[in-house]
Structure formats: structure tokens, C-alpha cells
């Protein structure tokens, strides 16, 4: 079974740097590229950042773009999100998700809470 | 980089079909064949029903189909049942991107 467990979010002030992290289990990780997708409270998805399986190619969007960290261990099985520079904007429930072969996800961890604010 | 638009809400009786609509450009939704629908439910992880415009992964109903036009996807969920009743979103693929819709709450009446 397909799993992927989120954690490290939490209560970060203005300015500050949180990591994430997503464990995955049940497939072959390093086959497969990976992202994060937020959404804020009572907000629609946002598509954060993607890292193909050997970590070659790396895209975020604009919004997280210079602040945003994308970064993944094959051999823990783990991806990763280094976050500096948070805004209170970035507040958010972030999800990582694995790209399946036709440019959409099909399975998704359950989330972890990053609370930006003072 | 803005969001592809859906309508806020859409309604429907058990039975009924709905469709919720999907717009972008010539640079996502109309680029791309590489169009996907989620279902989220309050407080859930999004759940993929749609991939690649029109294709149902292994386990979704065929109650749920999609389709494209020009820079327009559509989902659409026949023979609407109680359980349906989430949030949708479509995705597109932009060349190095996706961009989400702004999310359809779908209310079964």
C-alpha cells in the first residue's frame, strides 16, 4: 500500500525557516518524482515546487521561488521542503504527492499545518 | 500565474448529473493534454479522479468522466449520489508547472 506521512509543520514566526518532511513507503521512490501542493485555511490547492526521481529537475512556483527548497533521499525513501524567509501568506496545510506518469498525482500524504504568524 | 477558473457551486438531486467547468489558456488547459480532476472532502487529502483529460484511475466510478475543449476541461459526475458531495479541482500541466483550478464545491441536494 502507498503511503506518504508528512511532518514537521508547525508555528514559525514572520521571517523564520521550517523543513518538512514526507516519508514514503509501499512503491519504489526513486522512481518517481514528487510535490508539494498547499492550501491555505478555507483556500483552494496550490501547486508549491516538483523534484524529478533523481532530483535533475527541480520547479517551483513563482510565490516560493528563491525562498523555497526543494530536496529528496532516495536511499531514506524521503522528500523534503526547506522553507526560509516565511511569510504569513505561506500559512497553509502543505501535502506532498507523487507525480504519476501523465503529469498528475494519484497518491497524496495527509498533510501537515504550517502556521506563520507573530 | 493565476488560477484556472471553475465555478464557486454547483447542485444537483441523486440521479442528476452536473458538470463543472474548467478554464484556461492556450499555455495550460489548451496546450496540454495533461488535465486532471481531484475530490477533496472537508479536512481530506485530495483524491485523483481524472488524469490525462478523460482517463478514470483503477478504483474511480465511471460515474465520473472528463473532457476538453479548446481551453476549456469539463468534468462531469452522472448519476450524482450523496457521496459525491466535495470539492473539486482541476490541474493543468504548463510546461514546468501545474496550475490548480479555484476549486467547484459540489452540494447534493
Known amino acids: 500500500e502507498v503511503q506518504l506521512v508528512e511532518s514537521g509543520g508547525g508555528l514559525v514566526q514572520p521571517g523564520g525557516s521550517l523543513r518538512l518532511s514526507c516519508a514514503a513507503s509501499?512503491?519504489?521512490?526513486?522512481?518517481?518524482?514528487m510535490v508539494w501542493v498547499r492550501q491555505a485555511p478555507g483556500k483552494g490547492l496550490e501547486w508549491v515546487s516538483y523534484?524529478?526521481?533523481?532530483?535533475?529537475?527541480?520547479y517551483y512556483a513563482d510565490s516560493v521561488k528563491g525562498r523555497f527548497t526543494i530536496s529528496r533521499d532516495n536511499a531514506k525513501n524521503s522528500l523534503y521542503l526547506q522553507m526560509n524567509s516565511l511569510r504569513d501568506e505561506d500559512t497553509a496545510v502543505y501535502y506532498c504527492g507523487r507525480r504519476d506518469g501523465y503529469n498528475s498525482f494519484d497518491y497524496w500524504g495527509q498533510g501537515t499545518l504550517v502556521t506563520v504568524s507573530s | 500565474q493565476s488560477a484556472l477558473t471553475q465555478p464557486r457551486s454547483v447542485s444537483g438531486s441523486p440521479g442528476q448529473s452536473v458538470t463543472i467547468s474548467c478554464t484556461g489558456t492556450?499555455?495550460?488547459?489548451?496546450?496540454?493534454?495533461?488535465v486532471s480532476w481531484y475530490q477533496q472532502h472537508p479536512g481530506k487529502a485530495p483524491k485523483l479522479m481524472i488524469y490525462?483529460?478523460?482517463k478514470r484511475p483503477s478504483g474511480v466510478p465511471d460515474r465520473f468522466s472528463g473532457s476538453k475543449s479548446g481551453n476549456t476541461a469539463s468534468l462531469t459526475i452522472s448519476g450524482l449520489q450523496a457521496e459525491d458531495e466535495a470539492d473539486y479541482y482541476c490541474c493543468s500541466y504548463a510546461g514546468g508547472r501545474w496550475l490548480f483550478g479555484t476549486g467547484t464545491k459540489v452540494t447534493v441536494l
Open positions: 509501499g512503491f519504489t521512490f526513486s522512481s518517481y518524482s
Open positions: 490525462d483529460v478523460s
Open positions: 523534484i524529478s526521481s533523481s532530483s535533475s529537475t527541480i
Open positions: 492556450s499555455s495550460d488547459v489548451g496546450g496540454y493534454n495533461h
